[in-house]
């Protein structure tokens, strides 16, 4: 690679927060293309490359990554693929190691970068700056408030498709703060959260409309992403469901809390952006609830409360997030939980599925039943099993 500015691609991953997160890492030195190739081959190229009992969204990631680089004239030598790590004990730590295999045997000599917070890959580490810690956060909260908007929004919308017209409009409206302002204070991010729901609130909803409240949790690509959950909001909204998936921003105060603030030489650092995270989210949880919309407490309310109901240290990769993430949606109405995971994901099976029972027993009328996904897994199963839990 020369000096040149770099083309850096990101496989999906948050379909409601990448669309501004991609402006948060934008610089002199980096170009962000967030993928957004979707078709139903990207599997089956991915099987080419990856083995089947690879995790699902490897699968898919490799799927993508190949499909992008067949179907586009980027300059080789100029572009790097950038693959965020968790760095947890699960398969989804192997990522950017299959993606470099996945490269060479495909025959593309392309640089895979990783983007992470523990110390991984630290000779080819993206470049992290404080300003793009402060927009990724921005990009993050305004992500948050967009998703739970719409999600609350559009299964009552009278025109079909404004709700999805007017989060286009505000991404559009939000991106060039996420550009061109290294730190927004809080005071500006609050007027905009009002201004933001003010907006929404203008669409022409009937409310009267009756539907079925659904709780979505469950690893992180096949909660966010629709091609790792092959596109379950849809069908859910085809459904006559209102539904709802907890903000990004609890994730990531959660990895904070349970990844980073031991024995890290950043410890202090990253203690200070958990208590920045948590003011920022705790403005736009008052925001929300204070114009009548449903939000879960804020991060700290909403570990203590879900431990009323269960206990656990387990934090490999989602971890407890899944049962406390269940645990609050039962008690703000969202009875009929799915849990989505990737087949074999043990995080997902341990922590989630292994206490559905348990919570089952404790929350009172609350149902949760947990899919799969997998290349050899079929749509219909999935949408039978979403049917089973919305006829129970």
Known sequence: ?????????????????????????????????????????????????????????????????????????????????????????CRGSNTIHLMRKALKSAGYNIPVISLNFVGLENNSKFKVDIPMVFKSITAIMYGDILMLLKNQIEPYEISKGETKKRVLKWYNTLKSEILNTKYLHKDRLSKNFQSIIDDFKTIPCDFTRKTIKVGIVGEIYTRYCHIGNWNVEEFLLNQGCEFMVNGFSWYVLYYIDTH?????????????????????????????????????????????????????????????????????????????????????????????????????????????????????????????????????
């Not at 990253?270 to 920022?280: D, H």
């Not at 949880?285 to 700290?300: A, E, H, I, M, P």
């Not at 009875?335 to 990737?342: A, D, E, R, V």
């Open 260 to 392: 980073l603030n031991e024995d890290n030489p950043l410890k202090y650092g990253y203690m200070f952006a958990k208590r920045y995270f948590e003011t920022i989210q705790d403005i736009l949880v008052q925001t929300l609830r204070k114009n009548g919309f449903k939000c879960l407490d804020t991060y700290s309310n909403f570990k203590n409360k879900s431990f009323k109901y269960f206990y656990s240290e387990c934090n490999v990769a989602e971890g407890w997030l899944i049962s406390a993430e269940i645990c609050n949606l039962s008690l703000n109405g969202y009875k009929k939980i799915l849990g989505l995971q990737p087949f074999g994901c043990m995080a997902n099976h341990v922590c989630g599925r292994g206490v559905y029972s348990s919570l089952q027993r404790k929350l009172k009328d609350t149902q949760i039943v947990s899919i799969d996904y997998d290349a050899s897994g079929t749509e219909v199963n999935v949408r039978n099993r979403i049917k089973m839990l919305l006829d129970f």
């Open 1 to 89: 690679m020369n000096n040149q500015r770099l083309t850096v691609l990101v496989p999906s991953l948050l379909d409601n927060h990448f669309p501004l997160l991609k402006y948060a890492f934008q610089s002199k030195d980096y170009d962000i293309i967030m993928l957004q190739n979707d078709s139903k081959n990207l599997q089956y190229l991915g099987l080419q490359y990856a083995h089947n009992d690879m995790c699902y969204p490897l699968i898919l990631i490799v799927g993508q990554t190949l499909d992008t680089l067949q179907n586009n004239s980027y300059d080789l030598d100029n572009t790097v693929f950038l693959m965020a790590q968790g760095g947890d004990n």
